[in-house]
């Protein structure tokens, strides 16, 4: 598989939590407007900043369009809002997406000049097998905070555990040691989970 290959929808942590517990990913929209929204990792940044500007807690979806399509989920490639390009087309699933269809799962976060078309890894099996360990830690942590960076996973139940309570970092050559250790001070420590 491909990069080019791979939808993408955007939500919370909590939401995902929320639909790893029900099996498939189902927002509110599905209800209202019957399909859910997804992207191309080209037309994500879009749809993130008219709806999401600012926030910094969202994460990317990357999910398997033949997985979607083995649940007999139908997407469509249809017009966005007016203000979109007339040319650009949005993949909406006509149904609930199954959770077995998300590939991985990435921290979504604005830059200066708000969201921008992400970095997607291909989502091979070496890239599935070593997300999947950060994938464990997030579906049980108490809560996550952004950080320059990325993201600090706290699980309150386990405080001096490091295993439990740690700093993910999207891309941890363009983020400063300095600054990695004032976010896990400031993230963790202040918490009263385990000292940096």
Known sequence: MTVGTVLL????????????GTGAVAPSSLDEVGFVHLSTPDQVALPAQRLFAGRTDLVLLVLDPARIDVARVDVRWEPG????????????AYGAVPASAVLMVLPYRPGPDGF?????????????????????LRRGATAEEPVTGGVAVRT???????MHNQLLLGR?????????????????????????
């Open 9 to 20: 929808h955007l939500c919370t942590p909590g939401e995902w939590r929320r639909w790893l």
């Open 81 to 92: 809002v007016p203000t979109d390009p007339a040319s650009m087309r949005f993949p909406h």
């Open 116 to 136: 921008a078309a992400p970095e997607v890894p291909d989502p091979g099996a070496a890239a599935r097998a070593m997300g999947f360990e950060p994938s464990m």
């Open 156 to 162: 309150d139940a386990w405080p001096v555990s490091r």
């Open 172 to 196: 941890p050559d363009r983020t400063d040691p300095a600054t990695v250790l004032a976010e896990a001070d400031r993230a963790l420590t202040a918490h009263g989970l385990h000292p940096g």
